[in-house]
């Protein structure tokens, strides 16, 4: 045991080598295995026999196209050596390796400097707060200038690049410039300790520069003191936590989950996630070995996880954030005439899980394979990696600028979902976000009206996929969809009918809404001479793009801005032939901005959203047991819950109707559905409202000429009250007909056009009854429609243009009516208007008829009512 932990390594650190193309980043990863006694001999890529570099696709064409790892002890610190592509088209693989490490290593070619790439890395590298060390590579090449090279690493990169290979005084006054604080203590003690520079360079306020031939193995012995000297391994926690950075296959096609253990341990047949975990491997180069188990800090890949995706979070772990870069160009895969395309789209996906940014989509109107790449390199190597997998042939058409759309104003969608026996309808408020946030998902509704659980399934399907626009079909971004309206059904609603009333609501809020068309764009710089500088500036007006005032070195000018892709590509290969060779193009993702051209691109796309039957922007409701669909810009006269939010003519709208509503409408209503985002507005609406009400009462109060309404949920009455209840339990048929008998009685007192609703809808081949009985209307639904819907669609048709009051104690019932401007009234209080009604009619019978005791309420009513017809 004493020997073990003697052997142990003090620290576990994961570092990675980064850099742009052809910088020399490969040839350094031998010189630093071969220091670390890793590998025997140096490889070269010219002589395809690195250590890195085993697929037969990056030997032939001598770059880096998969990300591979690396183990070795450098002293008492173990190092996770992690090699990533450096062509822009494989940026994808290299980001999805940032999420894993401590420090990472940049390396930057002597002859080139700073280049495009560079600049990308640099900014994810800050994006995802990595402590970084530079390698300037290639300093044995002629006309390289130590001086130069170092003076642009301060103004492109970071001023608190500082040179390690100073001597000792120089170096520590240089770091000591960095950060204040350590100003401080090295003016007070005239020096700095190795453990203040780790933490100055953990905190990224230092940045180790080392120079170097990796080739010819100087400097690079230099750069592992300083790794093994100035690194600081992260705090880790007890429980289990890993970190999914890359999936890949084995030579036998088995599955494997790349990750890093970042909290605890992690065991062979432990749980990761849901599933367990059949073997763990720690891989170096093409070889592994098998262990038992793993601690944090450690790296390695592990069999029998089916389920898991880069980016995704084991234990404590959390997600990680959507990848900084992105394709910008979607590619048509061609594939062979006697291929099923539907099989191999299965097929595919199999790619994607290893490259989760393909985006494989299956176009069902073009009946063919779209990919979404980053560029022509990579359409080649998917090309041989699928030939080599499913033995293919195929090829990728043209590539298309990936557009994305947004939304210019705040709207409201409802999305409503209602075939027979399923009910789900959802309110989402969209608001436009600033650029580049992405999409952004909330909750702000009552539990009141829609359950949390219910609120927490629409979260998850507004997660779970990417939205497409109604301008293009491009996918949406920068918007905010809050959750603030629902309702679902006891008995009816499933999980998957949420779904599709998500998914509704949000195609109908962009239908609504001011819908903006968003393209890539580039942050270039142009280095060229003085006399080319005109023709630079009038190409990139003409590509739509923007450039600020150009900067003077002596006959060298640099320009910076902004343009569309579209604009820049090819445009490199224009600059190298018109500036003769001496002018320089550096381009970095840009992100997404308005596009240029929104009408050219609209009308060339053809893109129907109303036809696109995947992505529906209608909704389906249901009436007489059958579902019925209502197009995007019908639904708010449809929809069962209010809208909260109303523009100023919804408004001036929702005053005028609600004018013309009973005089028993509830104030609170309003409070409930007004805006409150808008105190001024909605204090004026109100009053407006509050104000035409009560013109209403007086007006109604003078002269009563409105029909008025009362539809008695039959079985629920019965089951309510007392009496009833106990008579049905004795014949059914027998309270049925009382309380058919009391509401004759009823109706005859109050006057108003009385509907009783009896379900029939579990009879088979039942037609349904609508039949007149004395002086009220029975009503028997027909065969799959219950009380509850006849009365819904009866509110619905009527409860706008008349006084309706719909008496029953079914709290979701109520909730629906109430939403439809109907008035309530409980079977508790029916109960009691109709005992009072009984009192007031006995009383009269009383006055007119007071030596008949036995006198009849029906005949009473009746010669009531013969006299105010004759008077």
């Given at each position: ?12 650190i994961?570092t ?5 193309v052809?910088?020399?980043k ?19 890529v010219?002589?395809q ?5 085993t ?9 880096t196209?998969?990300s ?15 090699d990533?592509?450096g062509h822009?088209?494989f ?13 990472a ?10 280049q ?7 900014r ?7 402590p ?25 990169l970071?001023?608190?690049?500082v ?5 000792p ?7 000591a ?22 933490d ?6 230092v ?15 230099t ?13 880790y ?8 950075f ?8 088995g ?14 047949k ?5 599933e ?7 891989y ?18 592990v069999t029998?996880?089916m ?6 979070g ?12 992105a ?8 594939l062979?005439e006697?291929?099923d ?9 199999q790619?994607?899980e290893?490259?989760?940014?393909l985006?494989l ?5 073009l ?10 390199i990579?359409?080649e ?9 499913f033995?293919?042939?195929v ?10 759309e947004?939304?210019?104003?705040t709207?409201e ?5 209602e ?8 309110h989402?408020?969209l ?8 999409m952004?998902f909330a909750t ?6 829609l359950?949390?659980?219910w609120?927490r ?7 779970e996929?990417e ?8 996918a949406v ?11 679902a ?5 499933e999980g998957?009918?949420?779904r ?8 109908q809020?962009?239908?609504?809404a ?5 393209e ?20 990139i007006?003409r ?25 820049m590509?090819?445009?490199q290969?224009?600059?190298?032939a ?7 193009l ?9 596009c ?11 893109y ?7 992505n ?29 939010l ?6 001036e ?7 013309s ?35 209403q ?12 309404y009362?539809?008695?949920?039959g079985y ?17 048929d027998?309270a ?33 009854s ?7 209307q029975?009503?028997?639904t ?9 009365i819904?669609?009866?509110?619905h ?12 104690s079914d ?8 939403g439809?401007?109907c008035?309530l009234?409980?079977?508790?209080e029916l109960?009691?208007?109709v ?5 007031e ?20 009513i009746?010669k009531?009512?013969n ?5």
């Amino acid at each position: 045991m004493d020997e073990i932990s003697k052997n142990k390594p003090e620290k576990y650190i994961c570092t990675a080598l980064l850099a742009h193309v052809d910088a020399g980043k490969t040839t350094l990863s031998e010189g630093i295995l071969y220091l670390s006694n890793t590998i025997r001999k140096l490889g070269r890529v010219d002589n395809q026999d690195s250590f890195f570099d085993t697929d037969e696709m990056e030997r032939q064409r001598g770059i880096t196209i998969f990300s591979k790892q690396a183990v070795f002890d450098l002293g008492k610190m173990h190092v996770t050596l992690l090699d990533t592509p450096g062509h822009v088209d494989f940026s994808a693989e290299m980001e999805r390796t940032l999420q894993v490490l401590d420090y990472a290593i940049l390396v930057i070619s002597g002859a080139d400097g700073v280049q495009g790439h560079t600049m990308t890395l640099w900014r994810l590298l800050k994006e995802y707060q990595i402590p970084v060390f530079l390698f300037i590579n290639k300093m044995d090449q002629e006309g390289t200038d130590r001086d130069a090279v170092f003076a642009e690493l301060k103004e492109l990169l970071d001023e608190n690049c500082v040179d390690f290979t100073d001597s000792p005084e120089d170096l520590f006054e240089n770091i000591a410039m960095c950060e204040e604080e350590l100003f401080d203590s090295y003016m007070e003690h005239g020096t700095i300790t190795t453990d203040e520079i780790a933490d100055c360079i953990s905190r990224r306020n230092v940045f180790p520069c080392y120079f170097g031939s990796a080739l010819k193995m100087q400097g690079v012995d230099t750069l592992l003191k300083g790794v093994e000297l100035y690194t600081k391994m992260p705090e880790y926690r007890d429980e289990f936590g890993a970190k999914v950075f890359k999936i890949s296959r084995d030579e036998q096609g088995g599955r494997l989950t790349h990750l890093k253990i970042t909290g605890g341990t992690l065991k062979v047949k432990d749980l990761a996630g849901e599933e367990k975990v059949n073997q763990i491997r720690i891989y170096s180069g093409v070889k592994y070995e098998t262990v038992s188990e793993i601690t944090a800090g450690n790296v390695c890949a592990v069999t029998g996880l089916m389920k898991t995706e880069p980016g995704q979070g084991l234990g404590i772990e959390p997600h990680s954030q959507e990848p900084v870069l992105a394709p910008v160009l979607m590619y048509r895969i061609l594939l062979p005439e006697d291929c099923d395309p539907h099989h191999t789209f299965l097929q595919f996906k199999q790619l994607e899980e290893e490259e989760p940014q393909l985006n494989l989509v299956w176009d069902e109107k073009l009946k063919e394979i779209q990919a979404q790449l980053m560029g022509e390199i990579q359409t080649e190597i998917l090309k041989n990696l699928i030939w080599k997998r499913f033995h293919l042939a195929v090829d990728f058409g043209p590539g298309n600028i990936l557009y994305k759309e947004t939304i210019a104003d705040t709207v409201e969608g409802v999305g409503h979902y209602e075939p027979l026996r399923h009910y789900a309808e959802v309110h989402l408020l969209l608001e436009p976000g600033p650029r580049g946030s992405g999409m952004q998902f909330a909750t702000d509704c009552s539990e009141d009206m829609l359950d949390r659980n219910w609120q927490r399934l629409i979260l998850t399907h507004l997660e779970e996929r990417e939205h497409k626009g109604v301008l293009v079909g491009g996918a949406v971004t920068d918007v905010k969809i809050t959750v603030i309206g629902g309702r679902a059904h006891l008995k009816h609603t499933e999980g998957g009918d949420f779904r599709q009333a998500t998914y509704r609501a949000v195609r109908q809020g962009l239908k609504q809404a001011e819908s903006v068309l968003l393209e890539p764009y580039y942050r270039f710089r142009l280095e060229l001479p003085m006399e080319y500088l005109g023709r630079a500036l009038s190409d990139i007006e003409r590509m739509s793009g923007k450039a600020e005032a150009p900067q003077l070195d002596g006959n060298l000018a640099v320009l910076t801005g902004t343009a569309p892709v579209s604009g820049m590509q090819g445009y490199q290969t224009e600059v190298a032939a018109y500036a003769k060779g001496l002018g320089r193009l550096f381009c970095t993702a840009g992100g997404y901005l308005l596009c240029h051209n929104q009408a050219e691109i609209v009308e060339e796309a053809q893109y129907d959203a109303e036809s696109d039957l995947e992505n529906p922007t209608s909704s389906v409701f249901c009436a007489h047991g059958a579902g019925f669909v209502v197009q995007w810009n019908q639904i708010v006269d449809y929809m069962h819950v209010e809208g909260r939010l109303l523009t100023k003519k919804k408004q001036e709208e929702y005053v005028a109707y609600t004018s013309s509503r009973s005089i028993s409408y509830e104030e609170d209503f309003v409070d409930d559905y007004v805006p409150k985002y808008n105190p001024t507005e909605y204090e004026r609406n109100r009053a407006k409202t509050i104000s035409a009400r009560n013109e209403q009462r007086r007006q109604l109060t003078e002269k009563k000429e409105i029909p008025q309404y009362l539809l008695v949920d039959g079985y629920n009455i019965i089951f309510a009250w007392d009496e009833l209840r106990e008579l049905a339990e004795v014949n059914l048929d027998s309270a049925r007909d009382r309380l058919i008998d009391i509401m004759c009685n009823y109706q005859g007192h109050k006057g108003v056009r009385l509907i009783l609703v009896f379900d029939a809808y579990k009879v088979k081949e039942n037609p349904g009854s609508d039949e007149k009985h004395h002086n009220i209307q029975v009503v028997y639904t027909k065969e799959a429609e219950t009380a509850d819907m006849y009365i819904e669609k009866f509110a619905h048709q009527m409860g706008r243009k008349y006084t309706v009051t719909v008496a029953t104690s079914d709290g979701v019932e109520q909730v629906i009516i109430r939403g439809q401007g109907c008035l309530l009234m409980s079977a508790r209080e029916l109960e009691e208007d109709v005992a009072v009604s009984n009192s007031e009619i006995r009383e009269r019978i009383s006055r007119r008829n007071p030596k008949n005791k036995n006198y009849s309420l029906a005949r009473a009513i009746d010669k009531m009512k013969n006299e105010e017809k004759q008077t």
